[in-house]
């Protein structure tokens, strides 16, 4: 099982980052909480403030761990670990996804989200 951290980014008016998995990837078209894959040795905070440098060129700090979702796909499973962080410096730009956008949490369609991200968007409308 893969473990992946990924980031619950809110702007000022509430709305959440998703980044958009390009056409001819895994998952290509989806929109996801941005975030990857966990190296060895390193914890999920450090994880995520490189990923999030990395795929969207920003720092970031993350500040509260969310409930770890696993999901099961039908090549690979992943133990997903999702962060509410907060930018520090830099505007989020797209470096391996097709698109970014803000979304209201209460708008986004779960058809439109990547499977294991659903449970993570489900968390965020219960509170």
Do not use: N
């Amino acid at each position: 099982m893969t473990p992946v951290a990924c980031a619950i980014i809110e702007d000022e008016a509430g709305r959440v980052l998703l980044a958009k998995r390009p056409e001819g990837k895994c998952l290509g078209g989806f929109w996801e909480f941005p975030g990857g894959k966990i190296e060895a040795g390193e914890s999920v905070e450090a994880a995520l403030v490189r990923e999030l440098e990395e795929e969207l060129l920003i720092q970031t700090q993350v500040f509260q761990t969310l409930e770890t979702v696993e999901h099961h796909y039908e090549k690979f499973s992943i133990r997903l670990i999702p962060c509410r962080a907060k930018i520090l410096a830099g505007i989020p730009t797209p470096t391996e996804h097709s698109d970014l956008g803000w979304f209201p949490i209460q708008e986004i369609a779960i058809e439109t989200l990547a499977p294991a991200d659903v449970p993570i968007l489900s968390q965020l409308l219960k509170k």
